[in-house]
């Protein structure tokens, strides 16, 4: 599982059905499962994300062995998903992260 900081004022933009609605837009479905949005699609085999309204918290599980192709896309949409859902583009995710692993604070 590996929780994602949302930018600030971003949590309105994915409170009640709006992550859903994020992930469906983004992989083609979406289900909700105890409260959390459920996905499958491509090299995933299960992505279940929720938050707590300051982060937002992915579990994923992949597919091993798929084409290429297959993989290149679901990765393209996997990271399109946590840019809407969290306001950060992959290499801001990436400066937060690096921080906080020299805070100490993974």
Do not use: H
């Amino acid at each position: 599982m590996r929780a994602y900081e949302l930018r600030r004022g971003w949590a309105r933009n994915v409170e009640g059905d709006k992550l859903r609605a994020i992930a469906a837009d983004t992989f083609g479905s979406a289900n909700v499962e105890d409260g959390k949005v459920v996905v499958s699609f491509g090299a995933i085999d299960r992505l279940t994300a929720w938050t707590d309204g300051k982060s937002l918290f992915v579990d994923i599980a992949m597919k091993a062995g798929v084409p290429d192709g297959i993989a290149t896309d679901t990765i393209t949409r996997n990271n399109r998903f946590l840019e809407t859902a969290t306001g950060y583009n992959a290499k801001e995710r990436s400066k937060r992260l690096q921080a906080r692993a020299k805070e100490g604070k993974f």
